[in-house]
């Protein structure tokens, strides 16, 4: 299996917002409304962000949001923050309790 | 607060065995709203899943591991294992363990703080 589709690299400046794709197919994105977006900093553990495709866990700002539209999701962060440059990653269930992560997005903060 | 801690060698030789325990702290591992996972990071590189166990000792595992990963429970420490055999240079990576929710597959809500794992003579 290969890893989901993720830009190696986005941009944003303070304040604007940015969106992170995450591109599969049927059998993974596609196929289920299991998709999670996590967020590291350098050294840091990875930190969950949305689960199931749009739900944002209560500690979670209401800036990041997520969505699917068929073999795609995506990851929205809006008012970009300093502290919001990391790494993005995603992640889906791929049937027979199997997973399957993206690799992985810089953000930069500008 | 739950918490995960992961322990083992931090460096293994080629060819032979990775092993490594992951404590769950402040809960309980046998509860049945909960998958528990290994995720493993490459320096430099992307995250990959490696396998999930629930406490039960129904397991799962990536197919590219599969013929050399091994996934174990041990309710009565309240830990889970990791076992890697012939492990190779590419091996190396930061090793995390995770709780993974049982009805949102794919959503690890908590992990510990990662060890990393060399490979080398």
């Known amino acids: 299996q290969s890893a989901l589709t993720q830009p190696r690299s986005v941009s944003g400046s303070p304040g604007q917002s940015v969106t992170i794709s995450c591109t599969g197919t049927?059998?993974?994105?596609?196929?289920?409304?299991?998709v999670s977006w996590y967020q590291q900093h350098p050294d840091k553990a990875p930190k969950l962000m949305i689960y199931?495709?749009?739900k944002r866990p209560s500690e979670v700002p209401d800036r990041f949001s997520g969505s699917k539209s068929g073999n795609a999701a995506s990851l929205t962060i809006s008012g970009l923050q300093v502290e919001d440059e990391a790494d993005y990653y995603c992640?889906?269930?791929?049937?027979?309790?199997?997973?399957?992560f993206g690799g992985g997005t810089k953000l930069t903060v500008l | 607060q739950l918490q995960l801690q992961e322990s083992g060698p931090g460096l293994v030789k080629p060819s032979e065995t990775l092993s490594l325990t992951c404590t769950v702290s402040?809960?309980?591992?046998?509860?049945?709203?909960?998958?528990w996972g290994w995720i493993r990071q490459p320096p430099g590189k992307g995250l990959e899943w490696i396998g999930s166990?629930?406490?039960?000792?129904?397991?799962s595992y990536t197919p590219s591991l599969r013929s050399r990963v091994t996934i174990s429970v041990d309710t009565s420490t309240n830990q889970f294992s990791l076992k890697l055999t012939s492990v190779t240079a590419a091996d190396t990576a930061v090793y995390y363990c995770?709780?993974?929710?049982?009805?949102?597959?794919?959503?690890?809500?908590?992990w510990g703080q990662g060890t990393l794992v060399t490979v080398s003579s």
């Open positions: 995770a709780r993974v929710a049982r009805y949102s597959a794919s959503t690890f809500d908590y």
């Open positions: 402040g809960g309980s591992i046998s509860s049945s709203s909960y998958y």
């Open positions: 166990i629930y406490y039960s000792g129904s397991i």
């Open positions: 049927s059998s993974d994105v596609g196929g289920y409304n299991y």
């Open positions: 199931d495709v749009a």
């Open positions: 992640c889906s269930y791929v049937g027979s309790y199997t997973l399957l």
